[in-house]
C-alpha cells in the first residue's frame, strides 16, 4: 500500500496535471482566410480626380456667408432702437419681418457653417 506522503505527492501531480489536458470542446472549424459573402459590404476606392476630403465636406460660398453675416449684423443694429420705440407705444410696421429675416439668417449661417 502506498504510503501518506507518496499518495500526497501523487494527488497534487494529479491536480496539477488536470489543466495540462485540453480545454476545447469542439473543433473550431476550418481557419484561414475564408471568401467574404456576397451581401457583404465591399470597400472601394474614391472616384478618379475626388479626393476624401471634398467628398467629406460639401464647398462653402465664403463671399454668400459674409454678405448674410453682414446682413445679419445691420438688422441686428436696428432691432434696439425699434424695440425702445414700442416702449414709447409706436410699432414699427417692419419690426416683425426684420425680426423674421435675423432668425432666418442666423439658421442659414450655423447651418452652412456646422455641415
Given amino acids: 500500500m502506498l504510503s501518506i506522503p507518496n499518495l500526497r505527492f501523487l494527488l497534487v501531480v494529479f491536480l496539477f496535471a488536470l489543466p495540462a489536458r485540453p480545454q ?3 473543433p473550431l472549424g476550418r481557419s484561414g482566410p475564408q471568401a467574404p459573402a456576397a451581401n457583404w ?3 472601394h476606392l474614391p472616384a478618379e480626380g475626388v479626393s476624401l ?3 467629406k465636406r460639401p464647398t462653402v460660398d ?3 456667408l459674409q454678405r448674410d453675416a453682414q446682413e445679419l449684423a445691420e438688422l441686428s443694429a436696428s432691432v434696439p432702437g425699434d424695440v425702445s420705440r414700442v416702449n414709447r407705444g409706436l410699432l414699427s410696421k417692419d419690426l416683425v419681418d426684420k425680426l423674421k429675416r435675423v432668425e432666418k439668417l ?3 449661417l450655423r447651418g452652412e457653417l456646422t455641415r
Fill in 24 to 26: 476545447l470542446g469542439t
Fill in 41 to 43: 459590404p465591399q470597400n
Fill in 53 to 55: 476630403q471634398a467628398q
Fill in 62 to 64: 465664403v463671399v454668400r
Fill in 106 to 108: 442666423s439658421k442659414q
